[in-house]
C-alpha cells in the first residue's frame, strides 16, 4: 500500500511565494519521476510547513498519471523501525529488496535517520540502487543539508546531488487563501474580517493556522455562540498562549541530550560522570523554569530521581551559571532553542 492521503494533493496545496520553487518541483517531479534532475527532490522547512502535504501530493500526481509506477510513501522513522526487525528477524536482505524494487520512493522526515548509522548505511545502498536505475526518490527534512547532523558524509552528499527546496512561513495572502481553501471544503462559512483577523495574528505554521480556525469552529458550534472578531480573539489569544508553552518535559529532555550530543537514557542514567551529571541537571532546571510540574514529578520524569535532587540541580545550576562562563553558555543557548 503507498499510504497516500488522498486530501494531500496538489489542488489543496495552496501555492504562494513561500513555497512555489517546491512546489513547482514537485510537480515537475510528479510529470517526470525519475527523469528529471531532481532526483532525488529534498523538500525542507519548519514544523506544520507543508512537508508531508507535498510529499503526498507528489504521490498522488504520480500514481495518477502512472497508474502502473510502484509509489511507496515512509516515514523515516517507521523505515527505521521496518529496518531494526528485519535485522531481528534476519532478513535484511528481503527488506534491502522490498525497497529497491519501488518505482518512486518517499521517505518523509529523514533528520530522523540521525545518528542511526545501521539504518544509513541500509538506505545508502537501497538511494544508490534506485538512483542508478532511474527511480525517483523525494525526500523531506526539518533542515537543509548542509545544516544536518549526525548524518553520513556519504548519504549527505547524495542528498544534495538533486534539488533542495525550501518551504518557508506563508506569507499573510497566501495564509487566507489556505483558510479559504480549508472553510470551502469544510463548508463553513465565514467572515473575511475573521479570517483576516486569524491569519494576520497566527502566522508560524499552517498547521497551527489550520488548528486555531478548527478551535474557533467549535467554539462557536459548542457554545452556539455566532462567529465574531470578539470570539475569534478569544480563541485566538488562547491558542497562541496554549501553543506557544507547551514544552514538556520530554521535549526538554530530547532538546538537552541532542545539545550535549548524546541520548536520553544516558541523560537519566544513574552515572556520574560530570557532563552526563551536569546535562541532567539542565534538564531538571528547564523542567522547573519551563514547566509547571512539581518537583516530584520532574524527578520522576527525569531518570527516577526524588525532588530532593531536583531541587539540588535547580541550586547547582543557578550556582554554576554564575561562577562558570562555558556553563552560563550552556544555559544560554539552551534557553534559546526551548523558547518557542
Ligand atoms: P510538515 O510536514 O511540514 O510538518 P504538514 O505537511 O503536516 O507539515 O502540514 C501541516 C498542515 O498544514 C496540513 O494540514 C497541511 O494540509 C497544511 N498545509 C501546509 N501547507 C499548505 C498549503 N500550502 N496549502 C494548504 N494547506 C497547507
Ligand atoms: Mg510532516
Redesign the pocket.
Known sequence: ESQLNP??NFE?????D??RLA?NAGIAVANKPGGTSFNPLL?F????????????AIGIDIKDKYPEKTVLYISAEKFTQQYIDSVKKNNRNDFIHFYQIIDVLII??VQFLSGKSGTQDVFFHIFNHLHQNGKQVIL?S?KAPVDMQDIEQRLLSRFKWGLSAE?QS?DFE?RV??LK??LYRDGVEMHDDIIEYVAKHIKT???E??GAIISLIAQSSFNKKEITVNLAKDVVEKFVKNTKREVSIDYIQKVVSDYFQMDVNTLQSKTRKRHIVQARQLAMFFAKKFTKASLASIGSQIGKRDHATVLHACKTVDNLSSTDKQFRKYVEDLSKKLSI
Do not use: M
Open positions: 486530501n494531500y489543496n496545496f495552496l501555492e504562494g513561500s513555497n512546489r523538500i522547512g519548519g514544523v506544520g510547513l507543508g512537508k508531508t502535504h507535498l510529499a503526498h518523509d522526515d523531506t526539518d518551504l506563508p497566501t487563501s489556505i481553501n480549508k505554521n499552517v498547521r493556522l489550520e
